[in-house]
């Protein structure tokens, strides 16, 4: 099944959204044409608060990180690929995606991509309790 980028993208917005919860965060998603943090998620008592960006594949490609690694940012990303069979989700830091980055050039413009041999490791593969769980507080 071929899915629409936009789809791809609330799909994987949604699942992390439930792999949060499942975790005991109160989860939030913010505006999706809003560049950055896609989620705001807050422990239970409300003492820590979280910013999660999240990229959705629909199969074991590279993640597009744009022109500059300055729009990196939250305190954690979850990369979900195979998103429309069996959903794998990768957890990193923001300062991993940008050590890991690889950085492209063609016809003079510069473009920044994190290659699936830099993602799909046992470090960020399924590594959800990289996060913490959301009940302390």
């Keep these: 099944m071929k899915l629409e980028s936009q ?3 609330n799909i994987g917005m949604y699942y992390a959204c439930y792999r949060l919860s499942r975790m005991g965060w109160n989860v ?12 705001i998620a807050y422990n239970r008592g ?4 979280i910013g999660v960006q999240v ?9 597009p990180l744009g022109k500059s690694l300055d ?15 069996e959903p794998v989700a990768f957890v990193m830091k923001p300062e991993e995606v940008k050590a890991l ?30 996060i913490g769980h959301g009940h302390a507080g």
């Design 7 to 9: 789809v791809t993208g």
């Design 28 to 39: 939030m998603p913010t505006a999706r044409n809003a560049r950055g943090i896609d989620i």
């Design 46 to 49: 409300g003492t820590e608060f």
């Design 55 to 63: 990229k959705a594949l629909t199969r074991r490609s590279p993640v």
């Design 71 to 85: 729009t990196v940012m939250g305190d954690f990303w979850i990369i979900i690929n195979n998103i429309g069979q």
């Design 101 to 130: 980055a690889h950085r492209g050039e063609k016809h003079g413009k510069v473009s920044f991509w994190l290659q699936p041999k830099a993602y799909d490791t046992p470090e960020f593969r399924e590594a959800c309790e990289r």
